[in-house]
């Protein structure tokens, strides 16, 4: 049985530390020029561009054709983008509507994998011989991006902070030269969170929320600040998250609190709006038997709401597409809050 991988369900430890500053400076610019080596049997003299990631300069293809994404995001841009990778990270067999909008599932269903993007099979890429990869190097191991490297040239990429997931789509996009498509795509994203802050612009503004979740046992509980992965979409319509609590931030900005225990579920009194995971229905059914959770104000009104479904969003499509989902919570909210 294949494992559902998504940023919010991998293993946590070390590896989630964020690179927020470099990824939130990376902006790529390309320039033609002529390459006088070789990358893993490639013909010398090939076109090439010089680009920019989070790591400094790297040159790529001028016209990729193999391209293998080892990262959970790049993927779903290049569709979106009109360009097929070669291999991925595993998951995109798997039609759950939570991991991803059902036309990535669609479009790479049965494309090469390479492993998981925290668990990655280097033999599996070299397999594809790639001529550009794509990597999420906090997810990598040890030893793993200099062994990538010397099978194709390496897209280095990373986004923690507010917006930072907007600057990795349109690194992505300029890489495999559709900057001016990649930018076309963020316009519309942009436009369209713009008209939900202002039709929901007094319900954003005097209300907070707390985006949580539950942990792998349903024992303990967890929230999303803002500029982490899991709450792009808010972050994009200018959300009010509330503050953490004493004990519960790990004092790494854009991270998932500590895992908490139910008996200090208490803590979600300073949300207006409590926000829980796509399809967790069934830990807020088990809530509703803890006293000190109906006693939470946002309880009390009625302001418990689902968040949309494949939250992690990896594209400007996806993301536009998330949005119209949000739309629909956040009348929900107007309606019980009054605005």
């Not at 530390?17 to 020029?33: E, F, G, I, P």
């Not at 033999?123 to 030893?143: H, W």
């Not at 969170?193 to 929901?200: F, H, I, Q, S, V």
């Not at 005097?206 to 979740?213: L, Q, R």
Request: net charge neutral; hydrophobic share 40%.
């Amino acid at each position: 049985m294949t494992r559902r991988t998504t940023p919010a369900s991998r293993p946590r430890g070390p590896r989630l530390l964020a690179k927020a500053a470099a990824s939130a400076a990376a902006v790529l610019t390309m320039s033609a020029c002529s390459s006088g080596g070789t990358e893993s049997g490639k013909s010398s003299g090939a076109q090439t561009r010089t680009v920019t990631d989070i790591a400094g300069k790297v040159e790529v293809p001028a016209k990729p054709e193999r391209i293998v994404s080892v990262d959970f995001y790049s993927p779903a841009a290049l569709v979106d983008l009109g360009v097929k990778p070669i291999g991925v990270v595993e998951g995109f067999a798997d039609d759950d509507p939570n991991l991803r909008p059902l036309r990535y599932h669609e479009a790479l269903k049965k494309t090469a994998t390479v492993g998981t993007y925290y668990e990655l099979n280097v033999e599996a890429v070299a397999k594809q011989d790639p001529d550009m990869i794509f990597a999420e190097t906090r997810f990598l191991r040890k030893g793993e991006l200099e062994r990538l490297q010397s099978i194709a040239p390496v897209v280095q990429l990373d986004a923690s902070g507010v917006g930072a997931w907007e600057d990795r789509t349109l690194m992505i996009a300029a890489a495999v030269g559709k900057a001016e498509e990649g930018k076309r795509q963020q316009t519309v994203f942009k436009k369209r969170a713009d008209e939900l802050k202002t039709k929901y612009a007094d319900v954003l503004k005097k209300n907070t929320i707390a985006v949580f979740a539950h942990g792998q046992d349903q024992s303990t509980w967890g929230t999303y600040p803002a500029g982490h992965f899991y709450v792009p979409v808010w972050d994009a319509v200018g959300a009010k998250f509330r503050p953490f609590t004493e004990g519960e931030h790990k004092g790494e900005p854009g991270t998932v609190s500590q895992w908490l225990s139910l008996e200090q579920i208490g803590k979600l009194s300073d949300a207006d709006i409590l926000v829980h995971g796509y399809g967790l229905d069934g830990f807020v059914t088990k809530l509703s038997k803890n006293k000190v959770w109906n006693n939470l104000p946002a309880v009390k009104n009625g302001l418990v709401v689902e968040n949309t479904p494949a939250a992690v969003v990896s594209s400007f499509v996806w993301g536009t597409e998330s949005l119209d989902h949000l739309d629909g919570i956040l009348a929900k909210i107007d309606a019980k809050a009054g605005s």
